[in-house]
């Protein structure tokens, strides 16, 4: 089977860096102060829908410099490298061993995520992967159709594991199926919505999955 990841929020906990960093970048644009759970809201989403979604009132020129400050503010934050989810390791490696394909689908950019992958030695466990700013962002399939074509896999063959709605709604929508997670941005209640074949509280808790064990 191809599992397919998202990174932030799933694989690596950086909710709380992604929520301040956009905090402060909006404090450097002069836009409205935002909530927290605001911020939390469009994680998974790509750069400029994200700050779309977060100010919809503003002006082009707002936008593209809300998106340069946040990643000003995100490079600067990198002296600290963000913490994977206990378990992540051994449970991909597990997951390899037992012959299933893995793969990422997520709302970073490809730089950010390659960034990732280096600083945790991941790269080499994923066959394939799609970023927000090489394809359409979620909750558009598209990266999840991408994927399947260049690994060769059906989506009946694969699962999307995510913690918000973007995520489980881009699987959704092309017949695939979904696990949730409930530690991330999005609480259990609106996973639910999406009907995910299971939510899980803990990474190793996928290799509970019947079809993964």
């Known amino acids: 089977m191809l ?3 998202d990174w932030d929020g799933t694989i690596c906990n950086s909710e709380a860096r992604i929520v301040d ?8 644009a002069g836009l409205p102060v935002l909530a927290p759970e605001a911020v939390s809201n469009i994680i998974g989403l790509g750069l400029p829908e994200a700050v779309s979604t977060l100010f919809p ?3 082009s020129e707002e936008r593209l410099a809300m998106r340069q400050y946040y990643s000003e503010e995100w490079m600067e934050a990198r002296v600290n490298p963000l913490p994977l989810f206990d378990g992540v390791l051994e449970a991909l490696d597990h997951l390899l061993c037992a012959g299933h394909q893995l793969a990422v689908a ?3 950019s490809r730089r950010g995520l390659d960034r990732e992958l280096e600083e945790h030695g991941l790269g080499h466990l994923f ?3 799609r970023c927000a700013d090489e394809t359409a962002s979620k909750p558009s399939p598209l990266m999840l159709n991408e994927l399947l074509l260049e690994v060769g896999s059906a989506a009946e063959q694969a699962v999307m594991v ?3 709605v973007y995520d489980l709604e881009m699987a959704a929508a092309i017949g695939m199926s979904s ?3 409930s530690y991330g941005a ?3 209640s609106r996973l639910k919505a999406c009907r995910p074949v299971v939510i899980i509280d803990q990474f190793p808790e996928l290799l509970s999955w019947p079809p993964l064990v």
């Open 127 to 129: 066959t394939a992967s």
């Open 21 to 28: 960093c956009m905090l402060r970048a909006a404090d450097r």
């Open 179 to 181: 696990i949730g997670v």
């Open 57 to 59: 009132e503003a002006v």
């Open 162 to 164: 995510g913690d918000t």
């Open 186 to 188: 999005h609480c259990p």
């Open 3 to 5: 599992v397919i990841f």
């Open 106 to 108: 997520t709302g970073k």
